[in-house]
């Protein structure tokens, strides 16, 4: 099993937007388990992961990039940035836990992003 992470980044009067999760009074990225003997792929389960918590167009999501980050309790997971034009629409679509906040609220969050590090795709 692997632990993979997600963002989706918004832009709105040229400040991004990224979409984290509300766990336990702190603000997380979307992390999914993937169990590869099941035959899943990371990005399937993150778009699937998505479905269900409400998003029903995924037209206008584009792939962002790769990096990795590190987790509560795990030492690196691969993160996935989607990038959309209007994040209004896709936060109506989701639940209140996920919520899309400024890089200046989510400074300590952002810091465990590893630029310097490149995510395969699956192995």
């Avoid at 997380?28 to 990005?43: N, R």
């Amino acid at each position: 099993m692997t632990v993979v992470a997600a963002t989706v980044i918004a832009y709105q009067n040229e400040i991004p937007y990224f979409l984290v999760e509300d766990v336990k009074g702190k603000d997380e990225f979307l992390a999914v388990k993937v169990h590869q003997h099941h035959e899943e792929t990371s990005l399937g389960m993150i778009l699937k992961s998505f479905a269900a918590l409400g998003v029903k167009d995924f037209d206008s999501w584009r792939l962002g990039e790769l990096a990795t980050i590190k987790l509560p309790g795990e030492e690196q997971a691969p993160l996935y940035s989607f990038h959309v034009t209007d994040f209004a629409k896709v936060e109506k679509d989701l639940p209140k836990t996920l919520s899309f906040k400024s890089g200046d609220e989510l400074r300590d969050l952002l810091m465990t992003i590893q630029p310097s590090t490149f995510t395969s795709f699956d192995e």
